[in-house]
């Protein structure tokens, strides 16, 4: 069954200092998947004195970029949109290719390859947050018995990791190397999806990361489950799965990215489709407050009542 | 003459002998003009000279692994490499074809990347580069042109044929070198130049420049060098080119991009920038959209590149086909794209990646090199015949897990060129060389330069030769065919609307702000230097000792709770602190100091630096930081531009001189021994103003003199009037040649009421009220001189903001 949800991510910079000039790139306009479908949606910049540009990056993500030329103590960046999720089609896991294969496909034999080769060789190597290293061909040892499918193989690595690894909000950063997280165990979901990708790619299998949004209040048979993810975005993974294509994997919550999973980018890794990056001239210290809401709106409460009402506030005030 | 070879050698090209006992006919006449067996001592004479050049003017090569220091002096052999004109002519349209081709791989694998789609070349190449830059996919740069600069480095097999070895399209190094390897062989061989008829290499550079300066239209063009600053390996180069070429040195921070246009930020503002000519690493240019850890870059440069609003030489992205794995590519995509045959051969290549390849290089290890991919795989080239028995194993295994990340290429025996054995003998000696060969590529055509850098390993049979590991430069030298006129090989001067005449010489901010702390820092290690001094002298007068190290701390000329006897002995304090911020001030504007005046600041941090192990007396090593100080401000005064950037650096002297003044005048009026001869007369040894007290007053030194001295003799230089009156006529002259309004100055020096020198004079509540009064007024002038200080910097240095962060969530 479809979902429709409401999300409204709000990014808030306070500087102890003026800063006197700053650009930012946004990837924060969801892309458009066969799986689902932007109703609406609307970035509001604060200060409001600043210019923007709307592109797409190399990956085909909708980005903009800001520049602020005047004196700022503040900058608030407040995305929202609605948004609905299509459930995706079933796949039979055993009818994937080899993994063996999978990789051996992207030999370079002097042909033409196809076009949806070409695209995920984009994803088969080192970028800035990913690895290719033995230690993690072998720490994936057990998920790649010789001749399985490589769904088969991609569910187990996100069990695993899902199993093996601690989920530990504040104790990695963006610079935590994915070398440590596997030495470690510990992470967020950036950490999770880096380290599944270095496995993957370890082996030569194409691989990328998907940031995003998840609904972690998911009221199921058995009562309320909660997905874990960060109070900020969240981030998972996509595994290029012939004959299907690229299918999507949240190591963190052990699970397929279904209809609780909402893509805004993706690229090589996190480096590619930060929410927001930055440079600023000045500024000194800086506090940072990120919020996201995901509200489905089929399940109607007081809140997302009073979400619309802001809403329509902030409309008016503009 | 002759070089002994080894049989090994045998093997290898000897560019001098030809092998059945003569020598080359290219070198005859170079010899028989060096009239060696007339004067031995021609060699010597010629090595000596040649040295004495290098250091004269100071080019140095980084060596990061140096344990001697930063600095090496370039090593340059005074005998040349010749090359005849015929085979200059292969190498030439060699070097311009790939120049022409690697362009057009550049535009299709950042464009619609068809070698790609079809199956020419493997996606490991580019994809798993770090240098190839995904943000720059879909750019296309001013007139399609990614490379403006090539390089490419040659050897000359056994077989006589010149090999490509390496292609250099990132930020090619060296062009500088082979100008000031030039410029010192024309000193060292003034005729055999000309009578040689050797082709000269000025004209590259003069191609390079008008190529710069022709992006701007209708506006005054305004091109720059970006440089990573003082610390990387070729900083002299950067200097050097800049300095040649014309065009400013910037670091990163010193431009700054505004909507979608880049801006040098100088001192009078900021200026539109049309070209930068970069000597850093592209990945390092934009911190917004590459490397977001780099501090070196531009935030916002892609930007502007994608609007097409600045040009970049070279193109972002273009380090990507610095990989050894694509020479064996080239062949097929020569073809592809330009439609033509490559007519230099590439070093036989393999890239690992392909099934057939790795097999036969495995089983053909031992005459092949194994080198990396990607640069960030940091290890050195491996011989496979060194790898024997569990090594050779373990390697296999290397390459059988990994193979996309490794070439082998043939081992090429380098040719050997002729070096002089020693200072004392017309012997030669032979060593392995290679060549490096430059291209500018314009948009009406490619021109070569006519000569380059060739490199020469410190052994005959070296296979690989690198300025990093030591070894030597040559200059080469193309003789021109016999019926070319070497005319038109100068500077062509650009052209455009604008005026040749308009100044071009613009100041960036930072360079200003670090002379103008280099101004202050110098004059405060000196006021520290004699305060400290005089104080050490006056330790056997007990009258003198106690007030004097009083003085000595509120001064900050030794730490609050630190004694002036152990000033020398804390690292990290006072006049030791003072001269490493002298230092680093030096080192950031060290392209626009002599060269003398660079080893002048040196040698002071040497010695401040050797001299807490010194057995020596503390009064010595005063005198002698004293003496070198005082070098440093002849050395600006008679070596430097009298220009805003000198301005500036008086100015800042001059603060900096008037503040100790007003300061020490305050410390001795609130002083309770103020009235005493011997603090007075201590007080005027510290101004350096004892002699010409005694020339102005007889009798025993008295207070009221002394600040009569002090505060408005208007021709001593120490005197608080004279130091004011300069100011003001720096500003004035700031103002005029920036046309902009005049920075305001600092007051007038409070005046003396009638009397109050009696006043002054005398002890009790009536000296002490009056002494108060003035230092009060004294304190006053110290204020506004720091605002003047204040309003400097942030009117002529208030556009920099080192202090950029990146941000992400």
């Known amino acids: ?318 | 003459m002759r070089a002994v070879l080894e049989p090994d050698d045998l093997r290898r090209y000897d560019e001098l002998n030809d092998g059945q006992g003569g020598m080359r006919p290219h070198w005859r006449e170079l010899f028989s003009r060096l009239r060696l067996h007339e004067s031995p001592d021609a060699v010597r004479r010629s090595l000596e000279l040649t040295r004495r050049l290098i250091v004269e003017n100071g080019v140095t090569y980084n060596v990061y692994a140096d344990p001697q220091g930063a600095d090496r002096p370039w090593a340059l052999d005074p005998l040349p490499f010749v090359l005849p004109a015929t085979e200059w002519q292969t190498i030439e349209a060699g070097v311009a074809q790939r120049a022409r081709l690697l362009n057009a791989l550049l535009a299709d694998l950042y464009g619609p990347q068809r070698l790609l789609a079809e199956g020419h070349i493997p996606a490991e190449l580019p994809f798993g580069h770090p240098n190839y830059l995904w943000p720059c996919h879909g750019l296309r740069p001013v007139d399609g042109q990614w490379l403006h600069v090539y390089a490419a480095d040659l050897a000359r097999a056994p077989d006589g044929r010149w090999w490509l070895l390496a292609d250099r399209t990132q930020a090619p190094s060296g062009a500088g070198y082979a100008l000031e390897n030039r410029e010192i062989l024309e000193q060292v061989h003034p005729e055999t130049i000309p009578e040689l008829s050797v082709r000269r290499t000025r004209g590259f550079f003069g191609a390079l420049r008008s190529l710069m300066l022709g992006y701007a239209g209708d506006e005054a063009p305004l091109a720059v060098i970006l440089t990573p600053g003082p610390y990387n390996e070729t900083y002299f180069e950067h200097a050097y080119l800049a300095r040649q070429l014309g065009m400013p040195l910037v670091e990163g921070h010193d431009l700054t991009v505004r909507g979608d246009t880049v801006f040098l930020k100088t001192l009078g503002g900021l200026r539109r920038v049309h070209a930068i000519l970069r000597r850093l690493d592209d990945d390092f240019c934009d911190p917004l959209e590459l490397r977001g850890d780099s501090a070196l870059g531009i935030p916002g440069l892609l930007g502007s590149l994608r609007a097409g609003r600045v040009v970049l030489s070279n193109a972002l992205g273009t380090g990507v086909i610095e990989s050894a794995a694509w020479l064996g590519f080239l062949p097929p995509i020569s073809e592809r794209l330009i439609g033509e045959r490559l007519l230099l051969p590439e070093v036989a290549t393999w890239w690992l990646g392909e099934k057939p390849a790795l097999e036969y290089v495995l089983s053909n290890l031992d005459r092949l090199v194994i080198k990396p991919t990607y640069p960030n795989q940091r290890f050195e080239p491996m011989f496979g015949r060194d790898f024997t028995g569990v090594r050779r194993d373990e390697l296999i295994e290397r390459l059988r897990n990994r193979p996309y990340a490794y070439v082998a290429q043939e081992h090429v025996r380098l040719s050997q060129a002729p070096v002089w054995k020693s200072a004392s003998s017309s012997e030669l000696d032979a060593r392995a060389l290679t060549i490096r060969v430059y291209a500018v590529v314009t948009p009406a055509g490619v021109q070569v330069m006519p000569g380059g850098l060739a490199r020469v390993a410190n052994e005959a049979a070296a296979d690989v030769v690198s300025t990093q590991r030591g070894g030597g430069a040559k200059d080469i030298w193309v003789l021109a065919p016999e019926a070319r006129q070497d005319a038109g090989e100068e500077f062509p001067m650009p052209t455009g609307k604008w005026s040749a005449n308009q100044r071009q010489d613009y100041i960036p901010s930072r360079l200003v702000e670090n002379l103008y702390w280099l101004g202050r820092y110098t004059v405060r290690c000196e006021n520290n230097a004699r305060l400290l001094l005089r104080t050490l002298a006056g330790r056997s007068d007990a009258r003198v000792w106690a007030h004097a190290r009083q003085t000595c701390r509120d001064l900050g000329a030794v730490a609050p709770d630190g004694d002036v006897l152990d000033a020398l002995r804390t690292g990290d304090q006072g006049l030791h602190a003072d001269v490493k911020h002298l230092a680093w001030c030096a080192a950031q504007s060290r392209n626009r100091l002599s060269a003398r005046y660079w080893r002048g600041v040196v040698g002071l941090q040497r010695q401040m630096q050797e001299a807490p192990a010194t057995r020596g007396s503390s009064r010595e090593i005063y005198e002698r930081a004293l003496l070198s100080l005082a070098a440093l401000t002849g050395f600006s005064e008679e070596d430097m531009m009298h220009d805003e950037g000198w301005r500036v650096m008086r100015l800042g002297r001059r603060i900096e001189r008037l503040q100790f003044i007003a300061r020490i005048l305050v410390s001795q009026l609130t002083s309770r021994h103020a009235t005493r001869p011997e603090t007075v007369e201590w007080l005027l040894d510290v101004c350096d103003s004892t002699p010409i007290y005694r020339a102005r007053y007889i009798g025993a030194p008295r207070l009221s003199q002394m600040l009569n001295l002090l505060l408005y003799d208007d021709g001593h230089p120490m005197a608080l009037v004279f130091l004011r009156r300069s100011i003001d006529r720096d500003l004035d002259d700031l103002a005029r040649s920036l046309q902009g309004e005049r920075e305001r100055g600092v007051p007038d020096v409070p005046m003396l009421p009638q009397g109050a020198a009696e006043r002054l004079d005398a002890a009790g509540p009536v000296g002490e009220g009056e002494r108060a009064g003035l230092a009060r007024e004294l304190g006053e002038l110290l204020d506004k001189s720091g605002e003047l200080s204040d309003r400097l910097s942030r009117r002529y240095f208030a556009l920099i903001d080192s202090d950029a962060q990146a941000l992400a969530t």
């Open chain 1, 1 to 318: 069954m479809k979902r429709k949800y409401r999300i409204r991510h709000e990014t808030r910079y306070t500087y102890a200092a003026d800063v006197v000039h700053s650009h930012h790139l946004l990837h924060l306009v969801p892309r458009p998947a066969p799986y689902q479908e932007c109703l609406e949606h609307d970035i509001e910049i604060c200060p409001e004195n600043h210019r923007r540009v709307n592109e797409f990056d190399a990956f085909g993500n909708p980005l903009v970029r800001v520049e602020l030329a005047q004196p700022h103590r503040e900058l608030a960046v407040v995305s929202r949109m609605e948004i609905e999720v299509h459930p995706r089609p079933a796949v039979n896991a055993d009818t994937t290719e080899a993994w063996e294969k999978v990789g051996e496909e992207f030999a370079y034999r002097g042909a033409w390859p196809s076009r949806d080769q070409l695209d995920a060789a984009r994803f088969r190597h080192e970028s800035p947050h990913v690895r290719l290293k033995q230690s993690f061909t072998d720490y994936a040892h057990d998920c790649f018995a010789a001749g399985q499918p490589i769904l088969v193989c991609a569910e187990r690595l996100t069990e695993k990791l899902h199993k093996e690894i601690v989920y530990a909000p504040g104790e990695t950063t963006i610079s935590t190397p994915v070398t440590e997280v596997l030495e470690k165990r510990r992470g967020v979901c950036q950490d999770f999806a880096h380290l599944m990708i270095s496995c993957l790619r370890s082996r030569g299998l194409p691989a990328r990361y998907v940031s995003g949004y998840l609904r972690t209040n998911v009221a199921s048979a058995g009562g309320e489950k909660k997905l874990v993810g960060d109070a900020a975005s969240h981030a998972w993974v996509a595994v290029w799965s012939p004959p299907y294509g690229w299918i999507e994997f949240d190591p963190t919550n052990g699970c397929f990215a279904g209809t609780d999973h909402v893509a805004v980018a993706w690229g090589r890794d996190f480096g590619d489709v930060s929410p927001l990056r930055g440079v600023i001239l000045g500024g000194a210290e800086h506090q940072l407050s990120v919020t996201v809401r995901v509200e489905p709106v089929d399940e109607t409460s007081v809140e997302s009542a009073m979400a619309a009402r802001s809403l329509s506030t902030s409309a008016e005030r503009r």
